[in-house]
């Protein structure tokens, strides 16, 4: 898997990052926090890796507090 750099490859207007529990499939757990990011015109992969990287401080913070008090993560849907 190559997130981000599909997301160039794709010519998505928007990524983001979500704090997610983990599971045994790919990409199927339940998500505690999500940040999304628009991409600019002309944007790497490796421009987009530190501003994702930074943007998934906050909302990491924010779901460790969350877990800590309970908080259920939202399921993604099956498809």
């Known amino acids: 898997a190559a997130p981000i750099q ?4 794709a010519g998505d207007a928007v ?9 045994e499939g790919l990409d199927t757990g339940p ?3 999500r940040r999304e990011l628009p991409i600019p ?3 790497t992969a ?4 530190g501003a994702l990287a930074a943007l998934a401080a906050a909302p990491l913070f ?3 507090a969350d877990a ?12």
């Open 15 to 23: 990524t983001g990052v979500c704090i997610m529990r983990m599971e």
């Open 31 to 33: 998500v505690y926090r």
């Open 41 to 43: 015109p002309g944007a």
């Open 6 to 9: 599909r997301a160039v490859m």
């Open 46 to 49: 490796g421009d987009l890796q």
């Open 62 to 64: 924010e779901a460790l």
């Open 68 to 79: 800590r008090a309970g908080v259920p993560p939202v399921p993604q849907p099956a498809e």
